[in-house]
């Protein structure tokens, strides 16, 4: 429990910092019991080498129920790469060592939260993104864009 407020307060703190700096290399999404993401996209800036994501649970299902993750693909893989994630089977719900998958966190239950830091080097400004939990059928609801600018 300590260990993931010290993650948030450094998450706050580098938040702000990158804002003070006209640049916000991180973000903090929520998932709920109601199969929902509370953001539909996501902005990240060209100029960051790499980005963070901290996945907030704040409904109380457990993973086995109501699992959560945040997952980053090409829009063209997304629907692809859903479909893989669900014959991958519990508790990850995601094939291991997938190049189409740019990014993603572990799958976590209500309460939890995990944090993912991937390379965004490579990504394109203008590209097609697209991230999605991948528990099964949750990509439907919980997905959204994820805009390099
Ligand atoms: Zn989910």
Redesign the pocket.
């Known amino acids: 429990m300590r260990k993931k407020l010290a993650a948030t307060a450094f998450l706050a703190w580098a938040a702000l910092y990158g804002a003070a700096w006209g640049q916000e290399c991180s973000q903090t999404i929520e998932?709920n019991d109601l199969?929902q993401y509370n953001l539909a996209e996501i902005r990240v800036s060209a100029d960051c080498g790499e980005f963070t994501v901290n996945l907030r649970h704040v409904g109380q299902l457990p993973a086995n129920v109501?699992?959560?993750?945040w997952v980053l693909t090409r829009t063209e893989d997304y629907m692809a790469v859903a479909a893989a994630a669900q014959a991958v089977g519990p508790p990850q719900y995601l094939p291991n060592g997938d190049p189409r998958i740019i990014g993603a966190t572990s799958?976590i239950g209500g309460g939890d939260e995990v944090t993912v830091t991937f390379d965004t080097s490579e990504l394109e400004a203008g590209g097609d993104y697209t991230y999605f939990?991948?528990?099964p059928g949750?990509?439907v609801l919980?997905n959204g864009k994820f805009i390099v600018e």
């Open positions: 998932g199969i109501m699992g959560h993750n799958m939990c991948s528990f949750h990509y919980m």
